[in-house]
């Protein structure tokens, strides 16, 4: 079975530009989320969705975020205009129900120059 | 609020030696989950356990145990006959809340296992 997957692996962009890094969830999961990881904050949750909904977003870090789940197997997180303190990992995962296992994807490895 | 430490930033330990990873958690909830994962030099997150807060009882696969205590608050990871494809990041992770999928992460523990 696939797991969480996510594209790009990696994204080098410049300030300014627009990034959009994508997410399809294990088939039959209902929670999606977002996580971010720097060395400064560590592993950081962003957005939370269920059934696409979004729950929480009180982790994003500013109106640059913005992040949609437009059906089930599809999430995206996109940053505009991006800043090189962006610069992190961004994991996807998914779960079944809120307090499930939360599967990682392979994550986006994301570098703003 | 829900805290997660682990003290331990980084362990190295030679090949075949038993090594303990110190996970202490603060939570308000009666009902909420502990987990590890695994973060190795690729990079993904590895699901190690789920424990839930009624279930005190240790747990074992393979060369790994967990140690749950409510008493102290500690979920610790032991491995026994550490490899050197052990070698990774550990973290230990706390649900906030018993309802909602929102993890609280440790700092992790970078264990290097030597040859």
Known sequence: DAGVIQSPRHEVTEMGQEVTLRCKPISGHDYLFWYRQTMMRGLELLIYFNNNVPIDDSGMPEDRFSAKMPNASFSTLKIQPSEPRDSA???????????????FGPGTRLLVL | AQKVTQAQTEISVVEKEDVTLDCVYETRDTTYYLFWYKQPPSGELVFLIRRNSFDEQNEISGRYSWNFQKSTSSFNFTITASQVVDSAVYFCALSEGSNTGKLIFGQGTTLQVKP
Not at chain 1, 89 to 103: D, I, K, N, P, R
């Open chain 1, 89 to 103: 990992v961004y994991f996807c995962a998914s779960s079944l129900q809120g307090v499930e296992t939360q599967y």
